[in-house]
T-cell receptor, first 113, second 115 residues
């Protein structure tokens, strides 16, 4: 079946550091890929997405590139801020049927001033 | 404003009681979903519905029930048969159809605690 594996957390960085959160997937066909962010006590917000190989999703300084050859969708940001502290979820949308989202386990990110 | 509204935000339940979590959306979305999130873990799918009057079990449907009488509404009932119901529950919705990148949007969630 379809699955998503994320880099285990928690991840703690200093402000202005470079961020990478690894995400790999297993899927039938060519799923769409997503990164969602969850702030404490809140629901999930879409951060960025990519729908086909070599697409790059970007938003708020975050980027991720759909790599079919390595089945990966790693999240990166060049200079993190304290306000980026949150839990980040990688997900794929199934190609057929109900297009349910399949989530990774989430990575908690803490940015220290 | 358009969006997904979940209520209540916090709910306490005694063991043996059924409780119902509300989810309403005004985005004209066809499909709706319920996910469960346990602390430090990812999201698991409970039930989903692609059209009115139809719904399917997700990965962890045991102890839960849903209805979809209206397009806008998809309430979730946590029954006494659910052995470990304390969790954060998230409702989501999207347009149907096999368009790539069709985005699922989430509500703010409901915290359920069994006391």
């Amino acid at each position: 079946g379809n699955s998503v594996t994320q880099m285990e957390g928690p991840v703690t960085l200093s402000e202005e550091a470079f961020l990478t959160i690894n995400c790999t997937y297993t899927a039938t066909g060519y799923p769409s890929l997503f990164w969602y962010v969850q702030y404490p006590g809140e629901g999930l917000q879409l951060l960025l997405k990519a729908t086909k190989a070599d697409d790059k999703g970007s938003n708020k300084g975050f980027e991720a590139t759909y790599r079919k050859e390595t089945t990966s969708f790693h999240l990166e940001k060049g200079s993190v801020q304290v306000s980026d502290s949150a839990v980040y979820f990688c997900a794929l949308s199934e190609v057929q049927g109900a297009q349910k989202l399949v989530f990774g386990q989430g990575t908690r990110l803490t940015i220290n001033p | 404003d358009g969006g997904i509204t979940q209520s209540p935000k916090y709910l306490f339940r005694k063991e043996g009681q059924n409780v119902t979590l509300s989810c309403e959306q005004n985005l004209n979305h066809d499909a709706m979903y319920w996910y469960r999130q346990d602390p430090g873990q990812g999201l698991r799918l409970i039930y989903y519905s692609q059209i009115v009057n139809d719904f399917q079990k997700g990965d962890i449907a045991e102890g839960y029930s849903v209805s979809r009488e209206k397009k806008e509404s998809f309430p979730l009932t946590v029954t006494s048969a659910q052995k470990n119901p304390t969790a954060f529950y998230l409702c989501a919705s999207k347009f149907s159809g096999a368009r790539p990148g069709n985005t699922i949007y989430f509500g703010e969630g409901s915290w359920l605690t069994v006391v």
